[in-house]
């Protein structure tokens, strides 16, 4: 407790939190309303042709949002009956704290322009029959999206502060919708007899399918047949009969996708659905006997659909860029949209090219492909939006461009590929953190190799047809080298994103299907007649 009470004063102490921690510290009165952003529940009123409207943030802001303008309407007091204080955590006295200074990556002119109309807000009176009417419409929108005991969204935040927004209205502890909301956080609750911890969310559907792709990679009856029980699981939960809130910018397309979370059906994710095609494919080619086939092409409809209108795909939304959003005061964490990214769009060309030969004629994919050569960095390697970083974005957009038939000779692999021979640390390895995602970066900073960012870099080398290059070689020795007794290997280090600069992800199974999956590639291509490959990951 000592060591964290330092390191948080020594950051600037408990007043250079974010919004949505100041959000929780007014709640227990430890700083006054008035050192958080104004968010009026009116918010939810708002026609779609506002600046300002649900439909034009992510997914998960709206999820996190829409409770906590109810709590900020209430300004409930929460309940803390042992008086526990954490003032030592202050370099300040907290009741003088005021308003959080701009972000780094904020836009000082639009900045002060959103103060402004914080500033102003604090002065407006809403009618109560209006306010009442906006927090009915809060509530009404939280309760379609609960999600049973997967809760709102999700994912942590979302979950919490439905719970905490159901208790503010009054909702008894056993009412169906507060009890189903605290079920949902419960459930993310991991507890072991030394240790004990809160999930951010659960990954079944990525987790599955990408152990599916390492399974099929390795071959075997034995292995195939683990894999497709592993697909079968998946079919179901494939989302055909809600259309979420995708349908405000894509309202004529039929609803395909799978979610990330065991569910989540308002919220099917681009990057799973293309993940579990390509895995579902690449079974019906192995002997499924195509009972993949339907699932295959509803998901690619929906994919096709979700493309955005500069040729590539978010996560979730589609043309989710306005970026002006991301200065507004309660928008510091700089992560309020789910505009396009590399990595998503990659997996997206990698799933259109793999299940359709005739892809690579295809308009959409030549779009998605011009994208990916426009926002290849300078120094040969892709930004990585959800994992770390520019090496994962670099693995995914090299197998993409293998999937689409762009020339292992191309000048855009080339780049790539020396840069990631150039990257390669000591041990044969490849490692990088956090620090990469920093807004002033100027190219690769080391970092200790670890085995998922190892197998991504092994991959996308493979990917761009170069199984015989010694640095491949080397990258198989260090994972054959540091492989555990369990057969797996250890991972303490972070290599996932959820928001870049302000969190990251650790997932268990990174370090066991990625390393095994890139083996089997290896001794697959090595043992083949062509250097090439054949499936999109």
Same mark, same amino acid.
């Given at each position: 407790?000592?060591?964290?009470?330092?390191?948080?004063?020594?950051?600037?102490?408990?007043?250079?939190?974010?919004?949505?921690?100041?959000?929780?510290?007014?709640?227990?009165?430890?700083?006054?309303?008035?050192?958080?952003?104004?968010?009026?529940?009116?918010?939810?009123?708002?026609?779609?042709?506002?600046?300002?409207?649900?439909?034009?943030?992510?997914?998960?802001?709206?999820?996190?949002?829409?409770?906590?303008?109810?709590?900020?309407?209430?300004?409930?007091?929460?309940?803390?009956?042992?008086?526990?204080?954490?003032?030592?955590?202050?370099?300040?006295?907290?009741?003088?704290?005021?308003?959080?200074?701009?972000?780094?990556?904020?836009?000082?002119?639009?900045?002060?322009?959103?103060?402004?109309?914080?500033?102003?807000?604090?002065?407006?009176?809403?009618?109560?029959?209006?306010?009442?009417?906006?927090?009915?419409?809060?509530?009404?929108?939280?309760?379609?999206?609960?999600?049973?005991?997967?809760?709102?969204?999700?994912?942590?935040?979302?979950?919490?502060?439905?719970?905490?927004?159901?208790?503010?209205?009054?909702?008894?502890?056993?009412?169906?919708?507060?009890?189903?909301?605290?079920?949902?956080?419960?459930?993310?609750?991991?507890?072991?007899?030394?240790?004990?911890?809160?999930?951010?969310?659960?990954?079944?559907?990525?987790?599955?399918?990408?152990?599916?792709?390492?399974?099929?990679?390795?071959?075997?009856?034995?292995?195939?047949?683990?894999?497709?029980?592993?697909?079968?699981?998946?079919?179901?939960?494939?989302?055909?009969?809600?259309?979420?809130?995708?349908?405000?910018?894509?309202?004529?397309?039929?609803?395909?996708?799978?979610?990330?979370?065991?569910?989540?059906?308002?919220?099917?994710?681009?990057?799973?659905?293309?993940?579990?095609?390509?895995?579902?494919?690449?079974?019906?080619?192995?002997?499924?006997?195509?009972?993949?086939?339907?699932?295959?092409?509803?998901?690619?409809?929906?994919?096709?659909?979700?493309?955005?209108?500069?040729?590539?795909?978010?996560?979730?939304?589609?043309?989710?860029?306005?970026?002006?959003?991301?200065?507004?005061?309660?928008?510091?964490?700089?992560?309020?949209?789910?505009?396009?990214?590399?990595?998503?769009?990659?997996?997206?060309?990698?799933?259109?090219?793999?299940?359709?030969?005739?892809?690579?004629?295809?308009?959409?994919?030549?779009?998605?492909?011009?994208?990916?050569?426009?926002?290849?960095?300078?120094?040969?390697?892709?930004?990585?939006?959800?994992?770390?970083?520019?090496?994962?974005?670099?693995?995914?957009?090299?197998?993409?461009?293998?999937?689409?038939?762009?020339?292992?000779?191309? +000048?855009?692999?080339? %780049?790539?590929?020396?840069? /990631?021979? *150039?990257? &390669?640390?000591? @041990? !044969?390895? #490849?490692? =990088?953190?956090?620090?990469?995602?920093?807004?002033?970066?100027?190219?690769?900073?080391?970092?200790?190799?670890?085995?998922?960012?190892?197998?991504?870099?092994?991959?996308?080398?493979?990917?761009?047809?170069?199984?015989?290059? +010694?640095?491949?070689? %080397?990258?198989?020795?260090? /994972?054959? *080298?540091? &492989?555990?007794? @369990? !057969?797996? #290997?250890? =991972?303490?280090?972070?290599?996932?994103?959820?928001?870049?600069?302000?969190?990251?992800?650790?997932?268990?199974?990174?370090?066991?299907?990625?390393?095994?999956?890139?083996?089997?590639?290896?001794?697959?291509?090595?043992?083949?007649?062509?250097?090439?490959?054949?499936?999109?990951?």
């Amino acid at each position: 407790m000592v060591r964290a009470r330092d390191a948080i004063r020594a950051r600037g102490g408990a007043s250079r939190s974010n919004v949505f921690t100041r959000m929780m510290l007014a709640l227990f009165d430890f700083i006054p309303w008035r050192a958080v952003p104004v968010m009026p529940v009116e918010i939810m009123l708002l026609p779609k042709w506002f600046p300002f409207h649900l439909d034009k943030v992510s997914y998960w802001s709206r999820t996190v949002l829409v409770p906590l303008l109810v709590l900020q309407a209430l300004k409930p007091r929460a309940r803390n009956p042992k008086g526990i204080a954490i003032e030592e955590l202050f370099l300040e006295p907290p009741r003088t704290i005021g308003l959080a200074p701009k972000a780094p990556q904020q836009k000082a002119l639009w900045f002060w322009f959103f103060r402004g109309v914080d500033l102003v807000l604090r002065f407006i009176t809403f009618p109560k029959r209006l306010r009442q009417r906006a927090i009915e419409r809060a509530s009404a929108w939280v309760a379609e999206r609960l999600n049973d005991e997967d809760g709102l969204g999700a994912i942590f935040p979302a979950m919490a502060n439905s719970v905490m927004m159901f208790d503010a209205l009054g909702y008894g502890e056993h009412h169906p919708q507060r009890a189903i909301a605290r079920k949902s956080v419960e459930k993310l609750l991991v507890v072991h007899e030394h240790e004990g911890y809160c999930q951010p969310c659960v990954s079944p559907i990525w987790d599955t399918a990408l152990t599916c792709h390492a399974l099929l990679e390795v071959g075997g009856d034995g292995a195939a047949d683990q894999a497709r029980k592993g697909l079968e699981w998946l079919l179901p939960k494939q989302i055909l009969d809600v259309k979420g809130d995708w349908t405000a910018r894509r309202p004529n397309i039929r609803p395909g996708g799978w979610a990330f979370q065991y569910a989540n059906p308002h919220y099917p994710d681009v990057d799973d659905t293309a993940v579990v095609v390509m895995a579902m494919d690449r079974a019906q080619g192995s002997g499924a006997h195509g009972k993949f086939r339907a699932s295959i092409a509803t998901a690619r409809e929906w994919i096709l659909g979700m493309q955005s209108d500069n040729g590539a795909w978010g996560a979730f939304d589609a043309d989710n860029e306005y970026y002006y959003l991301n200065n507004i005061p309660f928008a510091d964490h700089g992560a309020l949209l789910d505009p396009p990214t590399e990595d998503v769009t990659a997996r997206c060309v990698s799933m259109l090219a793999q299940i359709d030969e005739t892809a690579p004629k295809s308009a959409a994919l030549a779009r998605a492909v011009d994208y990916l050569r426009r926002t290849q960095m300078e120094e040969g390697s892709w930004h990585g939006r959800w994992g770390m970083n520019y090496i994962y974005g670099t693995w995914s957009v090299l197998c993409a461009l293998n999937a689409a038939g762009v020339d292992p000779t191309s +000048p855009e692999l080339r %780049r790539a590929v020396a840069w /990631l021979v *150039r990257i &390669q640390n000591p @041990d !044969g390895g #490849w490692g =990088e953190d956090g620090a990469s995602y920093k807004l002033d970066y100027r190219g690769y900073e080391r970092a200790p190799s670890t085995a998922s960012q190892t197998a991504w870099a092994l991959l996308g080398l493979m990917a761009a047809g170069e199984v015989d290059h +010694p640095a491949v070689k %080397r990258g198989i020795d260090y /994972l054959a *080298r540091t &492989q555990g007794d @369990d !057969g797996f #290997w250890n =991972e303490p280090r972070y290599t996932a994103t959820g928001f870049p600069r302000v969190f990251y992800l650790r997932y268990h199974g990174y370090p066991k299907f990625f390393p095994l999956w890139a083996l089997a590639r290896y001794r697959n291509l090595k043992n083949a007649n062509s250097r090439s490959m054949r499936y999109g990951m």
